[in-house]
C-alpha cells in the first residue's frame, strides 16, 4: 500500500459539518490512491465502522461514512487494510503503526468559532505609536509620575524608545489617529484591527488597567482639563490635578467612549471587524480599585479604593497579606510587581460578576466591538479549576451578548484544556506558527535572545513543529481562526530577527536593529505567513519595514512618510491572494517536500489548490515535487501568483506544468513562491484577478 496516498481532511469540503449541532448526524471521508485501500475503517473508543466507498475522482478513492456523534468531544482515527494485504493506521500525524491520543481527529459538538475570523487578516495595533489625530489629548511633561518617573511627551515621532524609561514616555497616537488611518488600512486589505489596551492606563502600553469601564481620555477626547501638572520633587500623584481633572471627568470619559464608538462604526463600514485586548488577570497600581496613587481618593462620584480603606467595597477585589488601613500596600503583585496588582476573583463574587459585565459591555451596543484578546488569560484566578470556571463562564455571557464575537487568548504552551469548546475560540499561534517558522528561517528566539546555526533551515523540525504543536493544541475552528504573528508588542520584529544580531536595546545601539537585515527573508516569512492556516496577523509597520528588539524597542512609531513602499506592495500583493483563494482561509494542508533549507507544501479543497515553494539556500536548486496528493489531475497546469527574491518580487503571469503528478520545480537563491492550479476552466492572470476584485473593492 503506498502510504503517501492515504489522505483524511477535516476542512468543510470532506468533514460536513465540521462544526456539528450537538448530537448531529455527521459525514466522515477519507481518501487514498484508487485501488490502493481495500477496507477503511473509522474508530473511536471501541468502535471499529467500516466506510463505504461512495466516490472515485482524479484518480483517488473516498470512502464515507455517516455517525451521530453525540453530545460530547468525538475523537477517532482510521484504520485501514490494502489490497496487497498491508495495514496501518492514520492519526493527525498521517500513516502510524501506533496510534498517540494526543494526536487523534477530534469534532466538538456545538463548538464553532466566527466565520468571519477563519483566515481573516488581522492588524495588531499599538495605539501610542501609530498616529497622532488630536495633539489637545497628549501627555504633558510631568503630568504625572509613575514608578518614579515624570510622564514625558515625546516631540519627535522618530525617536527611538528608550528602554529604561518607555513605559511613561508617550509619543501621542490615538483614536482619532486611527480614525484617520482606515482608509489605509482598508486598502491594504485589512479585515480586522487587534488593539493594545484602550483603558483607562498610566503607562504607553496600558497593561496596567486604571478603570476597564472607560476609553483613556488621552486616546479619546479631553473636554474638561483643569489643573496643574505635578510639581516638581513631589511624589505623591494626588497632586496631580491636571492628571486627575483628565482621566475622572465623566465628560472626558464619556467623549472618550463615544469616540471609540465612532470608530467602530467607522471600521465597520469599511467591513473591518474591531478587537480589544482584555487585561483581566491583574490591573494597575492606579486602579480606581485600588487607588494606591490616590487618584481617586477625592474625586467626586467615586468609592474609597481598597489601599485607602479597609472598609472598601473593592476590599476584597485584592489579597491582602496584613490588615494595615488606612493607606495599605500589603497586597498580592502579579509575579511580584507591585505596580500589577493580581485581582482576587476567589474572594469576590462582585469581582467577577463586573469583570464580566465589561466582557460583555464592550461587544455590545452602542461599542460593538468584535471579541476580545485575551491577556495571560491562563494566569487569572489562583487555580486552575477556577480558572477554567471563570472563562466557561465568560465565553457563556460574552457570546449571549455578541455571538459572533471571538475569543483569542494570549497563550504560550499546550492550550488543548481551554479549547475543548467551552471556553476560548482560539489563541496567538506561538507554538505552532511564530516560533518554528522564525527558527526556520533565521535560527533567532522569539526574543532575539538567542541564536542557533543549527535550527536553520530545519525543514524536519519545521514541520513536525506544526504539525505536533497544532495536532495536540487545535480542532479545526481553532485552528482556522488562530492569531499567527511574525512580531508583536512583547518580541523582537521579525526584520529585525533576519540579522541575526542576539541583543537587546539596552545592550546593542537600538540604530543596529536596522542593519543586516534580509528583506528577501522577511518576504519569504510573509509568503508563508499568508499561506499557513490561520488567521495572518500584521504588527502595525511590519509591512512598512520597521525594525526593532525586542520591547520596548518593537514599539517604534509607524513611520508615516518614510515607508518601505515596496513592502508595502508587497504585503498587498500577498493580502490580496490570501482573499482570492479561498483554499487559504479553510482549505487543507499537506507537507509535499523537505530538505534542508527547502520548504514546499501545498493549500486546497477540492476545487482549487496552492504550492508553496521556500528556497533559504543561498543557490539554485532543482527538486520533482509529488504534487498529485493535492488532488488535483496527474496532467495539470499551475499559474505562477507571485515569486520573491534577493532582487524584490515579481507577479508576472507564468504557467508551470505537472506531468504525471510530479512538478520539476527550479528554485534560484533564496525564494518563495505561490503557484495556483483551479479546476475551473483555464483563465488568463487578469481574469483570474478581475473575478476577485469585488474582495479587494470599498
Not at 511627551?153 to 522618530?158: C, L
Not at 487543507?588 to 533549507?597: D, F, G, P, V
Amino acid at each position: 500500500m503506498n502510504y503517501d496516498a492515504l489522505f483524511h481532511d477535516m476542512t468543510l469540503d470532506f468533514l460536513r459539518p465540521a462544526e456539528p449541532d450537538v448530537g448531529r448526524i455527521t459525514d466522515f471521508r477519507f481518501r487514498c490512491a484508487q485501488g490502493e485501500a481495500s477496507q477503511v475503517l473509522l474508530v473511536w473508543g471501541q468502535e471499529h465502522r467500516r466506510m463505504k466507498l461512495s466516490e472515485t475522482d482524479n484518480g483517488f478513492d473516498y470512502f464515507d461514512i455517516s455517525v451521530n456523534i453525540g453530545k460530547d468531544p468525538f475523537r477517532y482515527y482510521f484504520e485501514i487494510t490494502g489490497k496487497d494485504g498491508s495495514f496501518i493506521r492514520y492519526d493527525k500525524r498521517g500513516p502510524v503503526h501506533d496510534i498517540f491520543e494526543s494526536m487523534k481527529f477530534e469534532v466538538i459538538p456545538g463548538f464553532s468559532t466566527p466565520a468571519w475570523a477563519k483566515g481573516a487578516v488581522m492588524y495588531q495595533i499599538f495605539v501610542d505609536r501609530f498616529c497622532n489625530g488630536d495633539e489637545s489629548n497628549d501627555v504633558m511633561n510631568g503630568e504625572y509620575s509613575y514608578n518614579g518617573l515624570s510622564a514625558k511627551k515625546v516631540d519627535d515621532w522618530n525617536q527611538y524608545p528608550d528602554p529604561k524609561t518607555d513605559f511613561c514616555e508617550f509619543y501621542g497616537g490615538d483614536l482619532a489617529g486611527v480614525i484617520s488611518k482606515l482608509d489605509y488600512l482598508q486598502d491594504l486589505g485589512i479585515d480586522v484591527i487587534y488593539f493594545n489596551p484602550l483603558f483607562v492606563s498610566p503607562s504607553s502600553h496600558k497593561y496596567d488597567i486604571q478603570d476597564y469601564d472607560h476609553i483613556d481620555p488621552h486616546f479619546g477626547k479631553i473636554i474638561e482639563d483643569d489643573g496643574d501638572i505635578l510639581p516638581q520633587f513631589e511624589k505623591s500623584n494626588k497632586k496631580a490635578s491636571r492628571y486627575i481633572s483628565r482621566v475622572t471627568s465623566k465628560r472626558n470619559l464619556e467623549a472618550s467612549d463615544e469616540l471609540f464608538a465612532k470608530l467602530v462604526e467607522e471600521a465597520h463600514k469599511r467591513d473591518i471587524k474591531v478587537i480589544l485586548d482584555g487585561v483581566f488577570n491583574h490591573c494597575g497600581s492606579f486602579n480606581k480599585w485600588l487607588d494606591r496613587e490616590r487618584i481617586y481618593e477625592d474625586a467626586r462620584g467615586y468609592e474609597k479604593g481598597a489601599y485607602i480603606s479597609g472598609d472598601s467595597p473593592y476590599r476584597n477585589y485584592f489579597s491582602f497579606s496584613r490588615d494595615q488601613w488606612p493607606y495599605n500596600g500589603n497586597y498580592d503583585g502579579w509575579w511580584g510587581y507591585d505596580t500589577l496588582p493580581k485581582l482576587n476573583y476567589e474572594g469576590s463574587k462582585e469581582l467577577e460578576d463586573y469583570i464580566i459585565g465589561i466582557g460583555k459591555k464592550w461587544v455590545s451596543e452602542p461599542y460593538n466591538a468584535d471579541g476580545w484578546r485575551l491577556d495571560v488569560a491562563a494566569d487569572l484566578g489562583h487555580s486552575a479549576e477556577y480558572n477554567h470556571r471563570f472563562w466557561k463562564r465568560f465565553r457563556q455571557e460574552v457570546k449571549k451578548a455578541n455571538p459572533q464575537a471571538i475569543i483569542l487568548a494570549e497563550h504560550y504552551g499546550p492550550a488543548r484544556e481551554w479549547l475543548k469548546g467551552g471556553e476560548w475560540d482560539t489563541v496567538m499561534n506561538y507554538d505552532a506558527f511564530m516560533e518554528p517558522l522564525t527558527w526556520f528561517l533565521t535560527g533567532m528566539d522569539k526574543h532575539s535572545d538567542e541564536f542557533k546555526p543549527i535550527r536553520v533551515g530545519n525543514a524536519r523540525e519545521f514541520f513536525d513543529t506544526m504539525l505536533y504543536q497544532a495536532g495536540e493544541n487545535f480542532s479545526m475552528p481553532s485552528l482556522y481562526t488562530s492569531m499567527n504573528e511574525l512580531s508583536n508588542h512583547d518580541h523582537s520584529r521579525f526584520l529585525t530577527r533576519t540579522s541575526q544580531k542576539v541583543g537587546r536595546c539596552d545592550t546593542l545601539m537600538s540604530a543596529s536593529a536596522d542593519t543586516g537585515i534580509k528583506k528577501y527573508q522577511m518576504r519569504q516569512a510573509v509568503i508563508v505567513q499568508f499561506t499557513w492556516p490561520g488567521a495572518p496577523t500584521i504588527y502595525y509597520g511590519d509591512e512598512a519595514g520597521v525594525c526593532g528588539f525586542t520591547d520596548p524597542d518593537n514599539r517604534r512609531t509607524y513611520p508615516w512618510g518614510h515607508e518601505d513602499k515596496e513592502m508595502i506592495r508587497f504585503h498587498k500583493e500577498m493580502i490580496r491572494i490570501h482573499k482570492a483563494c479561498p483554499e487559504l482561509k479553510t482549505g487543507s494542508i499537506r507537507e509535499l517536500y523537505a530538505e534542508n533549507n527547502i520548504i514546499i507544501y501545498g493549500r486546497f479543497n477540492r476545487t482549487a489548490a496552492i504550492i508553496v515553494a521556500i528556497n533559504n539556500n543561498s543557490f539554485e536548486v532543482t527538486r520533482d515535487i509529488q504534487v498529485w496528493p493535492l488532488g488535483i489531475p496527474r496532467d495539470a497546469k499551475f499559474k505562477q501568483l507571485l515569486v520573491s527574491d534577493g532582487t524584490g518580487f515579481d507577479t508576472a503571469p507564468t504557467t508551470k506544468t505537472a506531468k504525471d503528478g510530479v512538478m520539476c520545480l527550479t528554485m534560484s537563491r533564496n525564494t518563495g513562491y505561490v503557484l495556483r492550479y483551479n479546476s475551473f476552466e483555464a483563465v488568463s492572470d487578469e481574469e483570474f484577478w478581475s473575478d476577485n476584485m469585488l474582495l479587494f473593492s470599498p
